[in-house]
């Protein structure tokens, strides 16, 4: 059974630098064709998509939010960490770690974690 | 302003069918990227409806269909059923952005 689970503050201040953790089993991210993003979704609005990493540790980002985005992995560990820098209450949102089916771009997100909830407020 | 646009809402009576459409561009949909479909139940994380543009995952009921024709997709649901009411998300890969792609997503209200 594949499966993620989000973890990380639910509350940063304005400035600050959120770092949220998706540790995963079921799988390894050192299997070919792999990889692991993270999609968010602010309250009562649509989702997001913000990153990515594969197996091969190519990383693909929102070009909106490359600048302060960061995503890495620790293959050993099952996880991989998602850091966003200078977050504003814009980023208020539920944060998802999500597994799509292959690297193929046309494959969906066919795994997600619950979410986690995270408040950017001072 | 999301990539994909999705009308906000539509609704429908018990054992009806709604259609909702998603319209893109020709720098994804119309580009030949696939379509896919998201159903969001209240407080829950996003589930694969239809894959492939057409395809149902294993556990979909086949009363949920997909189709997609030149830079736009549509989700139908017949028989409509209250436990169908619930948030709907196209989404597809945008090459100009290089970046997936969603629609701003649709709520459907069994009346």
């Known amino acids: 059974q594949i499966t993620l689970k989000e973890s990380g503050p639910t509350q940063v201040k304005p400035t600050q630098t959120l770092t949220l953790t998706c540790t995963f089993s079921g799988f390894s991210l050192s299997t070919s064709r792999l990889g692991v993003g993270w999609i968010r979704q602010p309250p009562g609005k649509a989702l997001e998509w913000l990153a990515l990493i594969y197996w091969d540790d190519d990383k693909r980002y929102s070009p909106s939010l490359k600048s302060r985005l960061t995503i890495t992995k620790d293959t050993s560990k099952d996880q991989v960490v998602l850091t966003m820098t200078n977050v504003d209450p814009v980023d208020t949102a539920t944060y998802y770690c999500?597994?799509?089916?292959?690297?193929?771009?046309?494959?969906?997100?066919?795994?997600w974690g619950q979410g986690t909830m995270v408040t950017v407020s001072s | 302003q999301s990539v994909l646009t999705q009308p906000p809402s539509v609704s429908g009576a018990p054992g009806q069918r709604v259609t909702i459409s998603c319209t893109g561009s020709s720098s994804n949909i119309g580009a030949a990227y696939d379509v896919q479909w998201y159903q969001q139940l209240p407080g829950k994380a996003p589930k694969v409806l239809i894959s492939g543009n057409s395809n149902r995952p294993s556990g979909v009921p086949d009363r949920f269909s997909g189709s997609k024709s030149g830079t736009s997709a549509s989700l139908a649901i017949s028989g409509l059923q209250a436990e169908d009411e619930a948030d709907y998300y196209c989404?597809?890969?945008?090459?100009?952005?290089?970046?997936?792609?969603f629609g701003g997503g649709t709520k459907l209200t069994v009346l």
């Open positions: 989404q597809s890969y945008d090459f100009s952005l290089s970046a997936w792609v």
């Open positions: 999500v597994r799509p089916f292959s690297s193929s771009l046309n494959d969906p997100f066919d795994i």
